[in-house]
């Protein structure tokens, strides 16, 4: 889900969002704001007319909240009693 195969500095390919469908980085970046304002609204545009990358998203950001839950996100300790 989270490819790792490319490092997060090389540039996205141009046009990327004119396949048919986002790819994982397209999502993965726009979940993360890594996206610049014009790639940023073009996802929108894209996430507004196709219901299969809305789905793609949402798996996403599932996967990305389960990941943060399990490190971050755990319940806090119990009071410590007192005595
Ligand atoms: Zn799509």
Wanted: with cysteine; glycine share 4%.
């Amino acid at each position: 889900m989270i490819a790792a195969s490319r490092p997060v500095s090389e540039p996205a390919r141009d046009g990327f969002i004119a396949l048919n469908h986002l790819d994982e980085d397209a999502i993965e970046n726009y979940i993360f704001n890594r996206l610049d304002n014009s790639r940023c609204l073009a996802v929108e545009r894209h996430l507004r007319s196709c219901s299969a990358c809305g789905q793609q998203l949402r798996d996403t950001q599932e996967f990305i909240t389960d990941i943060k839950t399990a490190f971050f996100g755990l319940p806090a300790p119990a009071r410590a009693v007192a005595h």
